[in-house]
Structure formats: C-alpha cells, structure tokens
C-alpha cells in the first residue's frame, strides 16, 4: 500500500510560488518588478525598465521576441507576463442564472469572436454582492494566441524565469488598482484609466468591485507622434516633453485625449444612475498617468480629483530595489505588480 504524504508535504504542494518578476512587455522596453511573498505580506526585491533587445529586421506582432537580459537581482523562479491590451477582447458580463455546467460556452458565445480556438480566453468570476440574484458576474478576456506565443520569446529556453502566466496589462494594472486604492477606499466609487501604448483601458469601481469596463483603441502612442510631429523632436523628446512638462501640449493633449474623455463622461453618468452613486476620484496609470495636460483634461471633464499612484504603496520595497533614476517614477510598473499579485492570490 502506498503511504500517505505527511500533511505538511502536501500543504507545500498546494502553494503557489512565492518568488515572482513581473513583466510588462512594451514595444521598446520591459517593466519589470520581482516580488516575493511570505509570512510578513508582500515585498518588492528590484524594479527597473530593460531595454527591448534590437532585432536584425522588423517584425510582426507573431514572430517570437529576442530574450531579455536578466540579471541576477531580476531572476525570479517565475515570470508573469502582461502584454499589450490593444488585441484583447476584455468583457464585463453579467450571465443569467447560477449553473456553471455550460459556462465555458456561454462565456466564450458571449466574448462574440470568431475562431475561438485561435485565442487563449480565460474568466474571472466576481462576488455577487447581492447575494440572492439568480445571475454570474464575471470578467472574461480573449487574446491572441499567436500574439501571446511571441511574448515569451522574452523568457530563457531553459532556467530562470521560468514562464507561469500571461495577461493583458491593463487587467494587470487593475488588480494593483484593487489591492491598492480600491482597498483603502472601499465605500467609495473610482475610476481607472490605464494608458497603454496603442489602446487605454478604463474602470469604475464601486464598493470595491468592477462595474463597467471599456477599452479605447487609442494610447499613449497617439499623442507621441502628435508631439514629435508638431514640435518636430524624436520619440525620446516626446515621452520626456509629456513627462515633465516643459512645452505646452495642452492643444494636442485636447485632441487626442478627446475620444477618451467622451466615452468617459457617457461611462460615469451610466454607472452613477445605475449604482445610484457619485464618483468620487479617478486614477491614471500607463504613460499618460504623469502628464499634467492629461490630467487636467480628466479633471476639467470629470470634475473630480485626478491623480496618479504609487503601485508600491502598502508594500515593503528594499532600500536598493528602484534604481536612482526611476524614483518618483513607480507609477510605471503598476502592471508590472499587478502581474506578480495575480500571480500570488490563491
């Protein structure tokens, strides 16, 4: 007869990993941030932006990407990943009744995409805060799956890191969002608005759970090259004029972020007549989260407070972990955390 485990043994078995580098993979360059996470909560152990290996020639969305250049500090066991979310179909659904025998099906009907076996889909279900309400709530995504097979051409064929899960980063970025603000501020209702590079994700929350989810196919590349073409600079110029405000853009910010202010504005009043709520704040996160004319075309539409934050907040982070340079800039790897937290949730 064969013995039985000890219960310690199997208790180990059932844990998830504990030692993580999350990795938000942009077109130029990598936001990574290594976590670790023991008895004591959570623990930042290095952050930093590795620039994107050049390739001989130029490539399609499919073909692998090169491997990054670890170093010793960022070689986590694993590697969570976070791609672009401008190819995700992302779907807040509300499905009738409780029965979950066919809910893959429904789900995947639902999503209304063709050719689902080309697509990895994966679903999150929410709490029903209504307790007796004869429905699922869930977050549903849909991603190429080509597109994700490329990414982790970013990871070692073999060793460490090794690959333990994907998602789209602005569904990363929201589960920092959830730990962080959401957390401390359960009662009240936030927005979200995560800027990738070609699409932005927004969110509300109310009491601390997701109400309504949008994705706009409209980033923070679009007001790049409206910079670099208007003030005739490079690519580089233009993140650093959007970053710190040394030209006033506020005329290309207006035009740019005019698509995304609408749906906003159309987005908050259905949640606030339909929570019977008032939104409270609203938070930036992606590329646009430091610029003061996003920040004050959100405010001057919403009429709220606007801010960025800090993803690290409520988390130990070691004294060596952020390189000088990147101080004050931690609002850039909110992704980067959320991969590792989604990672260490049971």
Same mark, same amino acid.
Request: net charge positive; no cysteine.
């Given at each position: 007869m064969r013995m039985?485990?000890?219960?310690?043994?199997?208790?180990?078995?059932?844990?998830?990993?504990?030692?993580?580098?999350?990795? %938000?993979? !942009?077109?130029?360059?990598? =936001?990574?941030?290594?976590m670790r996470k023991n008895n004591d909560g959570l623990s930042v152990?290095?952050?930093?932006?590795?620039?994107m290996p050049s390739q001989e020639s130029e490539t399609d969305k499919t073909t692998a990407l090169p491997p990054l250049p670890f170093s010793a500090q960022m070689k986590a066991r694993y590697a969570s990943?976070?791609? %672009?979310? !401008?190819?995700?179909?992302? =779907?807040?659904?509300?499905?009738?009744g409780k029965d979950d025998a066919d809910l893959d099906d429904r789900v995947i009907d639902s999503l209304g995409i063709e050719n689902p076996e080309d697509f990895r889909i994966s679903y999150t279900l929410l709490e029903d805060e209504g307790g007796g309400r004869n429905e699922t709530r869930l977050v549903a995504v849909a991603y190429p799956d080509e597109i994700a097979a490329a990414a982790l051409g970013v990871l070692p064929t073999s060793g460490t890191p090794a690959p333990h899960s994907i998602e789209v980063t602005g569904l990363a970025t929201m589960t920092a969002f959830l730990n962080g603000p959401v957390a401390s501020r359960e009662?009240?209702?936030l927005g979200l608005i995560d800027f990738g590079e070609t699409s932005s994700l927004f969110a509300f929350f109310h009491k601390g759970t997701p109400?309504?989810?949008?994705?706009?196919d409209r980033g923070t590349n679009a007001l790049l090259d409206k910079v670099e073409a208007t003030l005739g600079v490079n690519h580089e110029t233009a993140v650093g004029i959007i970053s710190d405000g040394s030209f006033d853009i506020s005329a290309a910010a207006t035009e740019v972020m005019q698509p995304l202010v609408r749906q906003l504005v159309v987005s908050r009043d259905f949640v606030e007549r339909r929570e019977n709520c008032k939104v409270d704040a609203i938070y930036l996160a992606g590329g646009l989260a430091a610029s003061r004319d996003t920040q004050n075309e959100v405010n001057s539409a919403m009429g709220v407070a606007v801010e960025s934050w800090n993803p690290f907040a409520g988390i130990t982070v070691a004294p060596d972990?952020?390189?000088?340079?990147?101080?004050?800039?931690e609002w850039r790897f909110a992704a980067s955390v959320g991969a590792c937290m989604a990672t260490f949730e049971e």
């Open positions: 039985k485990p000890p219960a310690e043994i199997i208790q180990a078995l059932k844990r998830g990993p504990t030692d993580v580098v999350g990795l %938000d993979i !942009g077109s130029n360059s990598v =936001r990574a941030v290594r152990v290095a952050a930093d932006i590795i620039d990943l976070a791609v %672009d979310s !401008g190819p995700a179909t992302i =779907r807040l659904l509300t499905l009738p009662k009240d209702t109400v309504l989810i949008r994705k706009l972990a952020v390189p000088e340079a990147l101080k004050g800039q």
